[in-house]
């Protein structure tokens, strides 16, 4: 059973678009998170979601918005997009919020033509 | 906040001990420090986590000085499937994870 899945693996999308990516967690954990991993290989944390409440956001632009339907899921809508958003998106969880013991999915990787 | 400070990269050959290094000069006294692995196409994971002397699971070990300035993740004899960047993080086991800081990590090249 996969802990951490994510959909699609591969997301090529042209500029202005909307897109959505989904993640859910099997693991019973409190809190999932966005990561964004770009062409530099640096990992940047976008947002924390504690029991389907916002807790950090991170300098993103407002295009991002997360959405968690409920403890298990933590969707990414993406509005407008723009090439510089191209990049390896990776949806995380953990025990609760502060808690490193991340596991993370298999990631998105999203190409804006 | 706590930066980190790694090597860009390593090479080892299939069998030996290989250890890699963080500093981590402005670690804070709540700060822990946390390894993951990462290999291509795919997410990061978990290796080990320790705050001070030794910790060691089935994967590798991790050595913490008094100071807690630095860190050594060791892994004992690597194979050619432990080639990967490893991630050195310090931060807070708790709270938000504003302060968590990711660095370019240690890309691991184990060469037969």
């Known amino acids: 059973d996969t802990a951490v899945s994510q959909t699609p693996k591969y997301l090529v999308t042209q500029m202005g678009n909307d897109k959505s990516i989904k993640c859910e967690q099997n693991?019973?954990?409190?809190?999932m998170y966005w990561y964004k991993q770009d062409s530099k290989k640096f990992l940047k944390i976008m947002f924390s979601y504690n029991n389907k409440e916002l807790i950090i956001n991170e300098t993103v632009p407002n295009r991002f918005s997360p959405k968690s339907p409920d403890k298990a899921h933590l969707n990414l809508h993406i509005n407008s997009l723009e090439l510089g958003d191209s990049a390896v998106y990776f949806c995380a969880s953990s025990q609760f919020l502060g808690n490193y013991g991340y596991t993370f999915g298999s990631g998105t990787r999203l190409t804006v033509v | 906040l706590a930066k980190t400070t790694q090597p860009i990269s390593m090479d080892s050959y299939e069998g030996q001990e290989v250890n890699i290094t963080c500093s981590h000069n402005?670690?804070?006294?709540?700060?822990?420090i946390t390894w993951y692995q990462q290999f291509p196409s795919q997410g990061p994971r978990f290796i080990i986590q320790?705050?001070?002397?030794?910790v060691t699971n089935e994967v590798a070990s991790l050595f913490i000085p008094a100071d807690r300035k630095s860190s050594t993740l060791s892994l004992p004899r690597v194979s050619l499937s432990d080639t990967a960047v490893y991630y050195c993080l310090v931060g807070p086991n708790a709270g938000n994870n504003r302060k968590l800081i990711w660095g370019l990590g240690t890309s691991l090249a184990v060469n037969p």
């Open positions: 402005n670690i804070a006294t709540n700060d822990y």
């Open positions: 320790g705050y001070k002397t030794k």
């Open positions: 693991l019973g954990h409190d809190t």
